[in-house]
């Protein structure tokens, strides 16, 4: 079992940045793909980025947001720059790969305000 624990949430202004975390209980270099995903209000959870194989992001977050990893100390981050009213959601981590025994995981959220 892996638990993936994030934390950074937090209340910003409109053009503020914040960085989110999620720690992993195991070694990140197993889980093959590891995603960031939010959750607005009476929405649908949307993919916002995937560190593994490939980098990538929505559309929506593309120039603004940088997702990386940290194998050392087994967490995953996303960098949000230029923060929207629009990014206000509940943001997940999410994994899955070798090192979760190819099962998804996820970790229990951190809130996002932006305020304009």
């Known amino acids: 079992q892996v638990q993936l624990v994030e934390s950074g949430g937090g209340s910003v202004q409109a053009g503020g940045s914040l960085r989110l975390s999620c720690a992993a209980s195991?070694?990140?270099?197993?889980?093959?793909?590891m995603r960031w995903y939010r959750q607005a209000p009476g929405k649908q959870r949307t993919l916002v980025a995937t560190s593994g194989p490939i980098t990538s992001y929505s559309e929506s977050v593309k120039g603004r947001f940088t997702v990386s990893r940290d194998n050392a100390n087994d967490t995953l981050y996303l960098q949000m720059n230029d923060l929207k009213p629009e990014d206000t959601a509940v943001y997940y981590c999410n994994g899955f790969g070798l090192g979760t025994g190819w099962t998804n995981y996820w970790g229990q959220g951190t809130q996002v305000t932006v305020s304009s």
């Open positions: 195991r070694s990140i270099a197993s889980i093959n793909i």
